[in-house]
């Protein structure tokens, strides 16, 4: 299911964004010139070197990009959803170090030929990285563009195997209390560890991404280290962090939030302005870091504007029933 034309929301590699241009060339530049170039531009360069992680050696992938600016790696990086970690946007970046990436391994289980526990540089390991500049739009109406390195869902699951029985994948992310405070809470409404869902052509579809890196290196504790589900059509509780378990099912797996709260955070939860969360509308998001006041809103898109590549998926069902 490979685009053979670029798509609308599609860039040729010559129109991106200054940073991403920046960062791709960087992989070129050696010795002498890098250091020149530090000298031109210091700034650029000390603010990138200050960035932790290892740097990833991938492929811009602009046919699935957008050419919106991508937020600033402040704001990736310091206003995140992960409720292992406490429910306050900047809880994650301040606890999430408390959490060990390294080593890390994938348990594979359930209707596939493949199954077996895979340390994380295994299961990676034969694929290319590539950068894909993906829209997230949260349920809760605010969204980012985010640059992020990783490789598609299907090539992974393709190796896998999975029989003709498997037509949901599931995922489960870390559960370790003594390492993620917000499992510790009694407050928390959530019944670790935190569990996600796709349909099998969901899965499958070009788009689904797993993500280990975002602006070139690998992704901070606070993003979903090491591994982390990207699905840029549905809203971002979809995109499940810090994956242990892959699990191919006969039967529709639940979901964490539609567990919690099922008439509000539905299983498909593809993005939908028409339909509206039954506590606040759905038609505008506030793209960050600009968009926090009303004047700076944007309209929501269908299918958070990915609709060319995903809509076929959903043919034949009602999106207002399957929130
Ligand atoms: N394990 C886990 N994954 C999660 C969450 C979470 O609380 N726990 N939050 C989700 C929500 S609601 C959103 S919007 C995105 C946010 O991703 P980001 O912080 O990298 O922008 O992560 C999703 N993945
Ligand atoms: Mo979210």
Known sequence: MFIKQRPSWSVPESEVTPESVYLNRRKFMTGA????????????????????????????????????????????????????????????????????????????????????????????KPHQYQERIYRLRCVEAWSMVIPWVGVPLAEVIKRLEPNSDAKFVYFETLNAPEQMRGQRSLFSTIDWPYREGLR??????????????????????????????VVPWKYGFKSIKSIVRIRFMKEQPKSSWEMIAPSEYGFYANVNPEVDHPRWSQKMERRLPSGVFRPNWIETEKFNGYGEQVAGLYKGMDLSRYY
């Open 33 to 124: 010139i890098a250091s020149a170039a530090a000298l031109s531009i210091p700034g650029l360069v000390r603010a990138e070197d200050t960035r932790p992680g290892t740097v990833l050696d991938y492929k811009a992938a602009p046919q699935f990009s957008t050419d919106e600016k991508p937020a600033p790696y402040d704001a990736i990086t310091t206003y995140n959803n992960f409720y292992e970690f406490g429910t306050g946007k900047q809880d994650p970046s301040r606890y999430a170090s408390e959490m060990s990436v390294d080593p890390w391994s994938v348990e594979v289980e359930g209707e596939c030929a493949n199954p077996g526990k895979y340390a994380l540089e295994g299961l990676l």
């Open 200 to 229: 099998m052509d969901e899965a499958m579809n070009e788009l689904s991404f797993l993500a280990v890196g975002l602006y070139g290196k690998t992704l901070p504790n606070q993003n979903g280290a090491p591994i982390r589900l």
